[in-house]
């Protein structure tokens, strides 16, 4: 039997996930919300669902519980600013952090970036929490993709 992993440690072994860096969003009725998922993956394809965790002291989440609604924008690799404005390394706090890029929406309302290498955009279904952290389960009711703009990646705490 092993020790358990601390945070610190549990993060470090994450990092050796390549994955695409992505920003949920969502616009309540005081404007929009957004931050950077350290987690989004798929869950069903019948019917078409995604899983992103949200830490219970994030911002956002108030915004997505109350719209029910959140969009999962994958951005590419020259938007390493907003990766780190959405992650909180920038000087933008709050709906300012959407000044930095073009935003539209699809079906739900929230956020959608222009620039995106893809988009999920969700419904809000259920939320399950655990922990400090806040499951948000949300079937995709709308879609965008571009593949000619190559993905921001993030890999063992670098963006490459």
């Keep these: 039997?092993?020790?358990?992993?601390?945070?610190k440690t549990f993060w470090r072994a994450l990092g050796s996930r390549a994955i695409g860096v992505a920003i949920v969003t969502a616009k309540g009725a005081n404007g929009p919300a957004g931050?950077?998922?350290?987690?989004?993956?798929?869950?069903?394809?019948?019917?078409?669902?995604?899983?992103?965790?949200?830490?219970?002291k994030t911002s956002a989440l108030p915004v997505i519980l109350e719209a029910?609604?959140?969009a999962i924008n994958y951005i590419g690799r020259d938007r390493e600013d907003?990766?780190?404005?959405?992650?909180?390394?920038?000087?933008?706090?709050?709906?300012?952090?959407?000044?930095?890029?073009?935003?539209?929406?699809l079906a739900t309302?929230?956020?959608v970036l222009n620039s995106a290498v893809g988009v999920l955009d969700c419904e809000l279904e259920e939320t399950i929490e655990r922990h400090a952290t806040m499951i948000a389960i949300g079937?995709?009711?709308?879609?965008?993709?571009?593949?000619?703009?190559?993905?921001?990646?993030?890999?063992?705490?670098?963006?490459?």
């Design 35 to 56: 931050f950077l998922a350290l987690s989004a993956t798929h869950l069903t394809a019948d019917p078409p669902t995604m899983l992103v965790s949200i830490g219970q």
């Design 82 to 105: 907003l990766a780190r404005e959405f992650g909180g390394q920038g000087t933008l706090k709050g709906a300012d952090r959407f000044d930095a890029g073009e935003w539209t929406t």
């Design 1 to 7: 039997m092993t020790d358990a992993i601390d945070a």
């Design 109 to 111: 309302g929230a956020p």
């Design 139 to 160: 079937t995709i009711k709308a879609f965008t993709q571009n593949s000619t703009i190559q993905p921001l990646i993030s890999f063992a705490g670098r963006y490459l």
């Design 68 to 70: 029910k609604h959140f």
